[in-house]
C-alpha cells in the first residue's frame, strides 16, 4: 500500500524527469561517431577501382544531429594517404581545432592514428556536409550533415512527407590522387571527370550505368524534402526534374523566402534545401532528375555531361516494399540551361533572400569597422627549374591566387603556430587589404600573369564588423569561383557584373534581407560583397571550393584574435590533436 511519502515522491520525480527532458532538450544531447577511414573497391562505368571511404560506405554515413546537440566523431585513419575531414558549414564556435583543413587548423591524421573531432552545433539547423579536407581525397570522401530544429521547433513551412539527402559527386576512373601529383608535376590542368554521380550513383545516361542508378518513388499528393548537396570537386551545377517544379526554402543551413522554380543552380560546396511535391494522381510516367554542369571556360576544359536519377510513382494499390519500377513507361527528361548561361545563374541566385522574420533575423552588419578588395582569379608560375611545361605556354603553369598572393602551405599547422606563439618562419601577418598592382580586372589582362607566393594572414580583432568585395579577374579567362569561408556565415549584400565601383556600388546593397550562408559564387567577369562579424576566434581557411583552383593556391586564411572575456577567447587544443 501507498504512503503519503510515497505519492509525494511521485509525483517530485515525474516532474524531475520533466525538467531533465526541458534541460535536454534546451541544451542539447551528446552523439558519438565513429569514423573509420579505410579503403573499398567500387565499380562504376564498367571499372573496378580502390577508393578510400569512410566506413566502407560511398558515400559516408549520414551524420544526424539536432540544433545545440555535442558531436563527437572519433576518426581512425586506416590507409595510406594523409586525412582530415571538415564538417562544411558548422560554425565552430570556439572549437576551431575540430575544422578540419590540413595544415590550417591542424596537421593530419597520419595512418594508424585517431583524432576526435568535437563541436556543438550552435544556432545552426538544415542541411550540410563532411568531406576530406586534404589533397583530392573529398573526391569519394564526403557525406551528409543533417541538423534537425530543436525539439518541438517546426519547420517555417509545411512538414513534409519524407526527407531525402542527394548528394552530386563527381567520378574519374583514374586514381585522383595520381591524376592530382601528375598535374602539379607537369604543371597543366588534371584531366576532367569522367561523370557525375547522385548518392554515388552515375545513371542511365552513362556507359552500363543503368543498374546504378539513383531512384527515388513518391506517393501522389505527398511533399518531399530534397537535402541537395554538391560535393562534386571541379563542377557547378544546374539540376530539375522533368515536369515537376522545385521549392527553395533553405540553403547552406540557412532559411529562405521560400520561391518556386524549375532549376537551380548549386555550387560545390552549396547545399540546398527544396520542396517537391508529387503529382495529385499516379501519372503513368518516370521522370528524370538530372544534373549537368555550368562553366563560361571552353566545353572540352570540363566534364559535360549529363547525370540523372529517376523520380518514380507508387502505383496504385501497389505495397511499398514490392519494387515497381516500370521500364515501359514515358520517361520524361527536363531541360536544362545551356552549360555558359550566366543569365540564368544571375536571376536564381537573385531570388535568394533571407527570411528575416523575428524567429529567423537576418543579422546584417550595419556598419563596418573593416574593409577589404580581394581579386579572385587565375595566372602564373614560371616552370620550376627553367623546364618546360603544360601550362598556358610550356614555359609557365597553371597558378591561382587572391590578391596575386597564391598560398603556399606550411608543413605544421597555422592554428597551432598562432596559439603557441611560435609564427616565426612559418606565416606572416601581412596579406594585402587590396590587389599590390591595380588593374583592368574584367578587361584585357596585364601582359605579367605572374603571381607571388607565400604563407600570409589576414588579422582582425575579435568582434569587427567586415566587408569584403570579391573581385574575379579575366587574367586566362573569366570564371565563375565559389568561395567558402570556414568558421562564419555571411551575407551576400551586393554582386553585380564588371570592376566594382567603390563610389556607386555600395549604394545597391540589400542590408535587409540579403542571403545569409557559408559558400558563394564570384560571379564569371563580376564581383560579390559580402559581411560578416568576426565574432569567432582562430584561424579560418576561405578559399575556392573549386578544387583544381585550391591546389594552384586560391586560398587564404583569417586570423581573428581573442576577445578579451573568457567565452570569447579560443579553447586550448584537445590532447589528440595529430602532430607534424
Not at 578510400?52 to 563527437?72: H, I, K, S
Request: glycine share 8%; charged share 15%; aromatic share 10%.
Amino acid at each position: 500500500m501507498a504512503t503519503s511519502s510515497d505519492l509525494l515522491r511521485a509525483p517530485c520525480s515525474f516532474l524531475m524527469a520533466t525538467m531533465m527532458l526541458l534541460i535536454v532538450q534546451a541544451q542539447g544531447i551528446t552523439r558519438h561517431y565513429n569514423f573509420n577511414v579505410q579503403t573499398a573497391n567500387v565499380t562504376r562505368l564498367c571499372a573496378t577501382k580502390s577508393i578510400v571511404t569512410v566506413n566502407g560506405q560511398y558515400p559516408g554515413p549520414a551524420l544526424v544531429a539536432r540544433e545545440g546537440d555535442r558531436v563527437l566523431v572519433r576518426v581512425t585513419n586506416h590507409v595510406a594517404h594523409n586525412m582530415t575531414l571538415h564538417w562544411h558549414g558548422i560554425r565552430q564556435l570556439r572549437s576551431g581545432w575540430a575544422d578540419g583543413p590540413a595544415y590550417i587548423t591542424q596537421c593530419p591524421m597520419q595512418t594508424g592514428q585517431s583524432y576526435v573531432y568535437n563541436f556543438t552545433v550552435t544556432g545552426q539547423r538544415g542541411t550540410l556536409w563532411w568531406h576530406a579536407h586534404i589533397s583530392w581525397l573529398r573526391a569519394t570522401v564526403y557525406g551528409a550533415i543533417v541538423i534537425l530544429p530543436k525539439h518541438g521547433v517546426p519547420y517555417p513551412f509545411a512538414a513534409p512527407h519524407k526527407e531525402v539527402p542527394m548528394i552530386f559527386g563527381e567520378w574519374w576512373k583514374a586514381d585522383t590522387e595520381a591524376l592530382v601529383r601528375q598535374a602539379l608535376k607537369t604543371g597543366g590542368a588534371p584531366n576532367v571527370s569522367d561523370a557525375f554521380t547522385i548518392n554515388g550513383l552515375p545513371g542511365p545516361l552513362y556507359k552500363c550505368s543503368a543498374k546504378d542508378t539513383f531512384k527515388l518513388k513518391v506517393e501522389p499528393g505527398k511533399t518531399y524534402l530534397l537535402r541537395l548537396i554538391n560535393a562534386a570537386l571541379n563542377d557547378e551545377l544546374f539540376f530539375s526534374v522533368a515536369n515537376h517544379t522545385l521549392t527553395v526554402v533553405e540553403v547552406d543551413a540557412v532559411y529562405v523566402k521560400p520561391f518556386t522554380d524549375k532549376t537551380l543552380i548549386i555550387s560545390p560546396g552549396q547545399t540546398t534545401n527544396v520542396l517537391l511535391t508529387a503529382k495529385p494522381f499516379y501519372p503513368k510516367a518516370n521522370f528524370y532528375m538530372s544534373a549537368a554542369p555550368y562553366s563560361v571556360i571552353r566545353p572540352g576544359t570540363f566534364d559535360n555531361t549529363t547525370v540523372a536519377g529517376i523520380l518514380e510513382y507508387q502505383k496504385p494499390g501497389s505495397h511499398h516494399s514490392v519494387s515497381s519500377f516500370d521500364k515501359d513507361l514515358p520517361l520524361f527528361k527536363p531541360t536544362l540551361p545551356r552549360f555558359n548561361d550566366t543569365g540564368f545563374v544571375t536571376n536564381f541566385t537573385s531570388k535568394l533572400r533571407s527570411l528575416a522574420t523575428p524567429q529567423y533575423p537576418a543579422a546584417v552588419p550595419q556598419s563596418v569597422d573593416r574593409r577589404f578588395f580581394f581579386t579572385i582569379g587565375l595566372g602564373t608560375l614560371p616552370c620550376p627549374g627553367n623546364a618546360t611545361c603544360q601550362g598556358p605556354t610550356n614555359t609557365t603553369q597553371f597558378a591561382a591566387a587572391v590578391n596575386n598572393v597564391s598560398l603556399v602551405l606550411p608543413s605544421t599547422a597555422l592554428l597551432q603556430s598562432h596559439f603557441t606563439g611560435a609564427s616565426r618562419g612559418v606565416y606572416g601577418s601581412n596579406f594585402p587589404v587590396m590587389p599590390l598592382s591595380q588593374f583592368n580586372y574584367t578587361g584585357a589582362p596585364p601582359n605579367n600573369t605572374n603571381v607571388a607566393t607565400g604563407t600570409k594572414l589576414l588579422v582582425l580583432p575579435f568582434n569587427s564588423s567586415v566587408e569584403l568585395v570579391m573581385q574575379d579577374t579575366s587574367i586566362l579567362g573569366i570564371e565563375s569561383h565559389p568561395l567558402h569561408l570556414h568558421g562564419f556565415n555571411f551575407f551576400v549584400v551586393g554582386q553585380g557584373f564588371g570592376n566594382y565601383d567603390s563610389v556607386n556600388d555600395p549604394a545597391k546593397f540589400n542590408l535587409v534581407d540579403p542571403v545569409e550562408r557559408n559558400t558563394v559564387g564570384v560571379p564569371a567577369g563580376g564581383w560579390v560583397a559580402i559581411r560578416f562579424l568576426a565574432d569567432n576566434p582562430g584561424v579560418w581557411f576561405m578559399h575556392c571550393h573549386l578544387e583544381v583552383h585550391t591546389t594552384w593556391g586560391l586560398r587564404m586564411a583569417w586570423l581573428v584574435l581573442d576577445g578579451n572575456l573568457p567565452n570569447q577567447k579560443l579553447a586550448p587544443p584537445p590532447s589528440d590533436l595529430p602532430k607534424c
